[in-house]
């Protein structure tokens, strides 16, 4: 009985030097920061890396958003290669964002990123290709997963400038300069997979949670299969 006692206990201060997020995602998390409004959680077993999340304000209203950031490293910066650059520059096109079209019901399907079109102005021969598109909307548990969180706003896109650069860029053009340099002379595959929601405290919330976490983890993956089968295609051509 004293065992079981201090066992609550134990829990019980666990608990309140937690966050709710921490508190849902529970086994999966291999250790945290932050508070309840900001987070980062490093994963025990995923495909992506980082999960990253953040509260803020919606403007010109009194509820909050919810984003969520996978980070998913395919290359760190000391594995790259000219095999690797050539997947960066093949994959680039391929960074896409969810859109919800028609009126009574709405399909989810991936759009190209809107910034893809703004950067083909700075790289020649650079248009967008639905391969990665493609794969994750005929995947059946990304769909499902997408059809239960709906609605919310994803974004997939790849590290574009080094972490240096971010503090000098003072504007869109300038912005897309970096992006084309680094294009050029990528220096890692890392890919960040962003979903924006308002999750609201409810007999759901768990459920969402859980969601969004099985689903930037099924996006990873596919993410990371698509890399390799290109590297695989890269190698043996050349």
Known sequence: MKERLKKFLRNLDKYSKSTPIVIVLGD????????????MIVPRSANFDLLFYAREP???????????????????????????????????????????EGIFRK?????????????????????????????LIS???????????RPGDLYISLKSMSEVDTYFISDKEMARNVEAAYYSN?????????????LVRGPRYREKILAVYDLMDRIALRIKEMCKRIADDVTSST
């Not at 999966?28 to 987070?39: D, T, V, Y």
């Not at 220096?187 to 924006?196: A, K, P, S």
């Open 28 to 39: 999966r998390i291999a250790k945290w920061q932050g508070s309840a409004s900001r987070l």
């Open 58 to 100: 919606i403007s010109f209203a009194l509820e909050t958003k919810d984003k969520f950031i996978a980070q998913v490293t395919v290359v760190p910066e000391d594995m790259m290669n000219d095999v690797w650059a050539e997947v960066y520059r093949r994959v680039k096109p391929m960074e896409c964002e969810l859109v919800w």
């Open 139 to 149: 995947d059946p548990l990304i769909r499902d997963l997408m059809t239960k969180l």
């Open 107 to 135: 399909k989810a399907v991936f759009r190209p990123s809107k910034n893809l079109r703004a950067l083909a102005k700075c790289i020649h021969g650079l248009r967008p290709d639905n391969t990665l598109s493609n794969m």
């Open 186 to 198: 990528p220096q890692e595959i890392t890919w960040y997979i962003t979903y924006v929601t308002i």
